[in-house]
């Protein structure tokens, strides 16, 4: 069984013009054969910079545009899909790769990419020093740009409504009074169903197969994906479907505001699992001084600023502003559940496929 784990920040300021002038240089791993020859060859350059993210990735055209002039790149995104089909897109084009930086892969797929040589060994040195926690998953190859925490979220306004109690805890969810309440996506085809998966093992250990049976048999739905979930079947968000529990997070309350300026959705923080996204360099890039450049520019003051209004997720950099809502209401979940990359990426397949075994039959 794995406990929660709290995340300790720190701040280091990083000024946009600084992306211009990293050195790209990478320190070498030692060896142990003292006649080998030392590293020499540059970090490769070219004049455009490709860079491969998930699907939600966002940022203001200007802000864009201003990596673009500071470096004199030609700036060319990438979308392959979500965070589990860019990790995968990155290892069928092993041998031819696509792009230059990458963001997007979290820490539930951050082991699969390391472990498959990817990714070439970079670690921003504009890290904030208090972030330390969120780069252990990415073992030198993966610098944290961003987290949230996935949760359940409740329709706060129909359990007032029903006058029945929030549920609290995953044991909670088996009630008999919660039944046909929750809706999940599959973790096979999402990677907030998967990080909810996640939490379940690191709650239950080896009996994650029978909560999950308990959670079928007390009606739970599950549907592909988390857009479904929300805006179709989620009765707190603008779908108005049938379901006040869904999976969704920590987040989500604070763009549910009724017209009294309160959220009218609420997280249960004993369910959640934290998400950290990444950005690296990908290896055999042709462009490798500007990945770097990339990856560094992203935690910059400006950049960090603007991931909560642009991606809703925190900024790695814990002196960066948040939204007021955010603020105010405070969405941050304290001790989400925690499994290490390594283990995920040693078992994820055979949880995703005994989970669908037990629950989609």
Excluded at 222 to 245: D, I, M, N
Aim: aromatic share 8%; proline share 9%; hydrophobic share 40%.
């Amino acid at each position: 069984m794995f406990k929660p784990l709290a995340v300790a920040a720190g701040a280091l300021a990083v000024l946009l013009t600084g992306c211009a002038g990293v050195s790209g240089q990478v320190t070498q791993p030692p060896t142990n054969d003292p006649t080998a020859p030392a590293e020499t060859t540059p970090p490769t350059e070219s004049k455009t910079l490709t860079v491969l993210t998930h699907d939600s990735f966002y940022l203001p055209e200007e802000t864009l545009a201003a990596f673009a002039e500071a470096t004199g790149y030609e700036v060319v995104p990438v979308a392959p899909g979500d965070g589990g089909s860019l990790v995968n897109q990155l290892i069928l084009t092993k041998d031819a790769p696509l792009g230059d930086a990458v963001f997007g892969i979290d820490n539930t797929f951050a082991g699969r990419a390391i472990d498959a040589g990817v990714l070439a060994p970079y670690t921003s040195p504009a890290l904030p020093e208090g972030a330390a926690a969120l780069a252990e998953d990415g073992a030198g190859f993966l610098t944290p740009i961003d987290y949230g925490d996935v949760c359940l979220n409740a329709d706060l306004g129909w359990f007032e409504a029903k006058g029945l109690a929030v549920p609290q805890t995953l044991d909670d969810l088996v009630k008999p009074e919660y039944a046909d309440l929750l809706v999940v996506s599959n973790p096979a085809s999402s990677t907030p169903g998967l990080a909810f998966l996640i939490a379940t093992v690191a709650a239950k250990g080896d009996g994650y197969l029978d909560y999950w049976k308990q959670l079928k048999d007390n009606g739970v739905k599950v549907v592909p994906g988390w857009t479904e979930a929300y805006t179709v079947e989620f009765s707190g968000s603008a779908g108005k479907g049938p379901r006040p529990l869904v999976l969704s997070y920590a987040s989500s309350p604070a763009s549910e505001l009724g017209d009294d300026g309160k959220p009218r959705t609420g997280n249960l923080p004993q369910t959640c699992l934290r998400q950290v996204e990444y950005a690296g360099v990908i290896a055999g890039a042709q462009n490798e001084v500007g990945a770097r450049k990339f990856v560094d520019w992203l935690l910059s003051p400006e950049v960090q600023a603007q991931i909560p209004a642009s991606m809703w997720m925190y900024p790695a950099d814990p002196s960066a502003p948040l939204p007021d809502e955010w603020a105010q209401f405070g969405t941050s979940v304290e001790e989400p559940w925690h499994v290490p990359a390594t283990t995920i990426a040693a078992d994820r397949e055979t949880w995703i496929r005994d989970w669908t075994t037990t629950v989609i039959g």
